[in-house]
């Protein structure tokens, strides 16, 4: 028995409704209880979006086809997938472990894989699978998809009720940071015959769910939730708040998302044509920029979607972070800061740290970028077109590691970051700096002018 009370009420007297199994009631797993979730996704969490159901075309690296089919696949609006494992009555003992299976799977799915899987699921009553459209029912869901968080679904079980060993173990779960949501279904005979069925939130106690992740994982849900609000609806964020005038011409600079063989192929690709790395804003959320190559209008990742296309590559990266402003900065940053008051970002305190930088130190994009108040990406675009930010050389990547290609705005001084700073004592090994000459973000805040000494 659940332990819910569900009662039918005629004016001043409440009968208890008589709760009986989901099989009692004549309720099929695949064909009752998946219905309703995709048919109702609320289900699964607030604002879902069902990608697709019973999906089963896996593939071993050897060819082999696997068997394994998981029950429901969804998208929450942040652009993190929803595995949903469903069992009519009461769970097995692994089904936690069935689903960890389904969403180790689920997460080496890329963008373009997502498209096609929906565009299938979008056709499955007939007619051939519409990949644009399925595409814009994504992207008005849940913006520019980003493929670390593709990485790291949540999951949902749903069932008539759950031993404690599941209980148990997905509270173990939830501790070590991997999200995991109970979901209880129940039904009821009522009046006339009648079936009534209730879903209800198991676990986490949705009073609770704070206090059961570590701090740390907490800080870094914090920091990837903070990351997917800058980044994730880019496209969206810029036209509501008209941030860049139509018009407006754009050019492209490949990230460090991708390696530097495939970033020097795409620049030789647009040297080529030099059209190909411009294009023209235009405020309309389904296609934002005239890509001068062809004249077409597009997504900022269905152009970049191209040329890496062009040059062989098939690696899925976030196109906003592409494209950059006459003012250095992307369409990523500039939809960070769209509808502030100055429309820009103040890049004071990075110059004004970075002047202060000391010899025989350095540190890194990401604790400069702790320190203004942004990413690591818009740092690094920023830093390789500013002409007033000195110490260059003493900004290193991830690790410690020296940046791929770093670049002075004197051509004529090809020394690389390594040698400026092997020259200023830091001592290297293995490729990367020692930490011991690090600054955090904590000692970059005390370069500051005014800060405490």
Sequence with gaps: MSGERVYTVEGSVATPADEISLADAGLKERD???????????????????????????????????????????????????????????????????????????????????????????????????????????????????????????IVLVAGSFPPIVTSTVHWLKRMGIDVTLQTVNAYRVFDGKTVVTVSQLYPLPELE????????????????????????TVVRLVASEEIPDGTELTLQPTTEVGAETREAILEWIGEDPA?????????????????????????????RQMLEAVGSE??????????????????????????????????????????????????????ADLVGTAAQPIGNHIRQCDVCPNAPRVLGQGGRPRPGFAWSDPSDTRTQQEVLEGEGVQFANGAADPESRLSSAELASLLPGAEA
């Excluded at 048919?39 to 050897?62: C, K, M, N, Y």
């Excluded at 704070?210 to 609806?233: F, I, N």
């Excluded at 494209?323 to 103040?346: K, Q």
């Design 32 to 154: 009752d209880l998946q219905e309703w979730v995709i048919a109702h996704p609320e289900i699964l969490g607030p604002d879902v979006l069902i990608l697709t159901f019973e999906f089963d075309r896996w593939q071993a690296s050897s060819g082999s086809r696997q068997l394994d089919r998981f029950d429901v696949l969804g998208l929450d609006p942040d652009g993190r997938l929803v595995i949903a494992e469903l069992k009519r009555d009461k769970a097995p003992d692994t089904v936690e472990m069935q689903a960890i299976k389904y969403a180790a799977l689920v997460s080496r799915f890329t963008p373009d894989d997502l498209v096609e899987i929906h565009a299938a699921f979008m056709a499955r009553n007939g007619g051939a699978p519409d990949l644009d459209i399925a595409l814009q029912r994504i992207q008005d869901h849940a913006g520019e998809l980003d493929p670390e968080m593709l990485q790291e679904p949540r």
């Design 210 to 233: 704070d206090l059961l992740v570590s701090p740390r994982r907490a800080q870094e849900a914090e920091r990837r939730t903070t990351t997917r609000k800058r980044e994730g609806s």
């Design 276 to 304: 190909r790395g411009r294009a023209t804003w235009r405020n309309d959320r389904a296609t934002p920029l005239v890509w001068e190559a062809t004249g077409e209008a597009a997504r900022p990742t269905a152009i970049v």
């Design 315 to 368: 690696r899925s990266v976030r196109g906003p972070s592409w494209w950059v402003l006459p003012d250095g900065r992307t369409l990523t940053e500039a939809a960070g800061v769209a509808g502030s008051a100055s429309g820009t970002f103040d890049w004071t305190p990075l110059h004004e740290v970075m002047g202060s930088l000391p010899r025989g130190r350095w540190t890194t994009y990401g604790d400069l």
